[in-house]
């Protein structure tokens, strides 16, 4: 990182901001952690645990008109793109007040009026949405990019490869994003991938790319904001290949033995974006202990707060079953008696 | 009004579309400078330039994706799949995602894509190009599934399809192309989940839809002439099921043959067999009939392929076994 010349009130406070999100999303992240072994979030639950930088690095250089689709690892984007904690939280304790009104859960969160298109968990699904969307931008003479994420192993599926295709081809406005944690689920990508290096993948379709270290938020967030302005202005989009460490197992379910527990131990001592950019604020003077500690203060509250609102939200109702089945009402869609009689 | 052909049908309601929204666009294989496999887009690259008319590569799923994603911005994408064995690659998008996505997001928004296909076998073209999965999507929540049988049906459910704000899969027959039928000129819709009594009848209801409709009104009016009085039920919509429709007409006759081009076993006919039982088992004279395609890889030799579809003469010996 850089070492910042003399800096404005704003940018002091948007360098601290990044900090706050981070740690915001760390303690979601232990919180959930938290719930999920109390039984109050079900299902699938992967955390973004040590990809802390690379999420705030990118929200920190997209814009308010730009559409973001990801996979199922995405409380953290959607966190850092500005959605509240509590019906976040909600959505993963499957409440109504929740982000998805509880029908989603923790793979499949969404905020429309955020640009948040929703979490996917069918690896590389996504992809080609995201195509799409940035499609639609530029067929309405919109500004705007669309982000793809998605995971390192993702880039072995067909979707990723017609989706750079059609990109290049369309001139669409799309950053692919790849979070690249090194593993997917349990393999590495040297065991997956033919191609290690990721970010050359998009070769053959004359597609750019580039890598970034993905526990530096000033790293992410400057290759993202040169790689966003050129999609929005020349359509030509582009591969970032993100490399962080991932802290615990695949979800919160897997206890992580196929990996060496040294290995794990000095990678989230040696790879903690907390860790990097808190000494970083503190070595350039822009951060003390008394102002860290507060931050952490200020966290806990809005956790506590955060699990306070999930748990006092209401639960869907049965009879709601079919609300939001079809957009456009038609003769002959099943109504509550049906689920009545089924359920009797 | 004057006859056109279910090609011209479908021809015509995608330029009408086309001209009166803008945030209408096609995709597909080979449906600009080729103009369509099938013709189906004939003219209109020419009309509406390459921005509305989009050719795509061959990758089901990638243009698929798309125009999910840019139907969830607020574009109505009409995206033509070959024939709907191709399908089977995108699956997962319009399974896993158009048909999801509005419910699953607590409807905060709407997937308004069209994709049309011919489903279904005729000529020769064997295992891989004959095959009948609409049932796979009707099977699925959040899909609406259409299968007009007639030029006036296909022009009137398109339009509907194209306005409707949930994913529709809209199905073709290749056999039916080149049928004709009259359509009158102003602006009509058929809606979407509601089955028509195309002939009236008192001996037995026959249900079907698409190409089996037009095959059913044949042998009913084949029939008709040894004094057999034979209603023809047209679902027109697969999903939702317009099941009062098929109920009435089985109080009615109080006999049922089902017909379908699919394979048998878990197939269309199933559902119906299944719905007219528990919704009508007491007005029943006799067991229902199931015809339906055998339950082998479609064979490329002449007379194989002959009878591993349904055809006109199975039907009738379905309605004879039951009258």
């Given amino acids: 990182m850089d070492k910042p010349t003399t800096l404005t009130k704003e940018a002091t406070a948007e360098l601290r901001h990044y900090y706050y999100q981070m740690l915001l999303m760390r303690r979601f992240e232990e919180r959930t952690h938290e719930m999920y072994v109390k039984a109050k979030i079900g299902g699938y639950c992967h955390l973004n645990l040590g990809e802390e930088a690379t999420i705030v690095g990118l929200m920190a250089a997209l814009k308010p008109e730009d559409y973001i689709f990801t996979n199922y690892r995405e409380h953290g984007y959607i966190l850092a793109r500005g959605v509240a904690p509590g019906p976040l939280m909600a959505e993963l304790f499957g409440r109504e007040t929740g982000v998805s009104g509880g029908r989603g859960g923790s793979m499949h969160l969404f905020d429309v009026a955020k640009g948040f298109m929703g979490g996917y968990a069918i690896v590389g699904g996504q992809i080609p949405l995201a195509v799409g969307a940035a499609y639609a931008l530029r067929y309405q003479g919109k500004p705007g990019v669309v982000v793809a994420q998605m995971g390192d192993a993702s880039t072995n599926i067909g979707a990723f490869y017609e989706s750079l295709n059609l990109a290049k081809l369309w001139r669409c406005p799309v950053i692919f994003f790849i979070a690249n944690n090194g593993y997917g689920m349990g393999s590495t990508i040297e065991d997956s991938s033919s191609e290690p290096d990721l970010w050359k993948k998009g070769a053959s379709f004359r597609v750019h790319g580039e890598q970034v270290d993905g526990t530096d938020v000033l790293a992410v967030r400057d290759a993202v904001r040169r790689l966003r302005e050129r999609a929005e202005t020349e359509g030509e989009p582009v591969i970032l290949d993100v490399v962080s460490f991932r802290f615990r197992g695949h979800s919160v379910i897997d206890a992580d033995r196929y990996r060496d527990a040294d290995e794990v131990r000095k990678g989230r001592e040696t790879q903690d974006p907390l860790r990097h950019y808190s000494a970083w604020l503190q070595a350039h003077e822009l951060a003390d202990e008394a102002w860290l500690k507060a931050m952490v203060e200020q966290v806990e509250q809005e956790m506590q707060a955060a699990v306070d609102f999930a748990n006092a939200g209401p639960h869907p109702k049965i009879e709601d079953i079919y609300t939001y089945m079809y957009a456009s009402p038609v003769p002959n869609i099943p109504a509550p008696e049906t689920a009545r009689r089924l359920l009797d | ?323």
């Fill in chain 2, 1 to 323: 009004m004057k006859p056109i052909t279910y090609r011209q049908a479908l021809n015509s309601t995608l330029g009408e579309e086309l001209a009166r929204d803008s945030n209408v666009l096609l995709m597909g294989e080979e449906i600009g400078v080729f103009q369509g496999s099938y013709r189906i887009t004939e003219g209109l690259l020419d009309r509406f330039g390459p921005k509305r008319v989009v050719d795509t590569p061959i990758a089901e799923e990638g243009f698929v994706g798309a125009a999910i994603g840019a139907a969830m911005l607020g574009l109505r994408p009409v995206v033509e799949i070959m024939t709907i064995n191709f399908i089977l690659v995108a699956i997962d998008q319009i399974v896993n995602h158009a048909s999801k996505i509005h419910y699953m997001f607590g409807g905060q928004v709407r997937v308004p894509l069209v994709i049309r296909t011919p489903s279904g076998g005729t000529g020769q073209l064997a295992a891989t190009h004959s095959q009948s999965f609409e049932n796979w999507f009707a099977y699925c929540p959040g899909l609406k599934v259409v299968a007009p049988a007639t030029p006036y049906d296909a022009k009137g459910l398109l339009r509907a399809a194209i306005r409707d704000d949930d994913p529709v899969i809209f199905i073709e027959s290749l056999a039916l192309y080149d049928t004709k039928g009259e359509v009158p000129d102003e602006d009509y819709v058929v809606p979407i989940g509601v089955a028509e009594v195309k002939r009236e009848g008192s001996d037995v209801t026959v249900v079907a839809y698409s190409r089996m409709t037009a095959i059913a009104l044949q042998v009913a009016q084949q029939l008709a002439q040894e004094g057999i009085s034979v209603e023809v039920v047209d679902l027109r919509s697969l999903r939702p099921l317009d099941r009062p429709t098929i109920i009435a007409s089985v109080k009615k006759t109080n006999r049922a043959v089902v017909v379908a081009e699919d394979w048998y076993s878990y197939g269309i006919t199933a559902e119906l067999a299944a719905t007219i039982q528990e919704e009508a088992f007491d007005y029943l004279d006799a067991p229902v009939q199931r015809v339906a395609g055998l339950e082998v890889p479609l064979p490329y030799a002449k007379d194989l392929a002959a009878v591993a579809k349904p055809s006109a003469q199975s039907l009738i010996n379905a309605i004879r076994r039951i009258l």
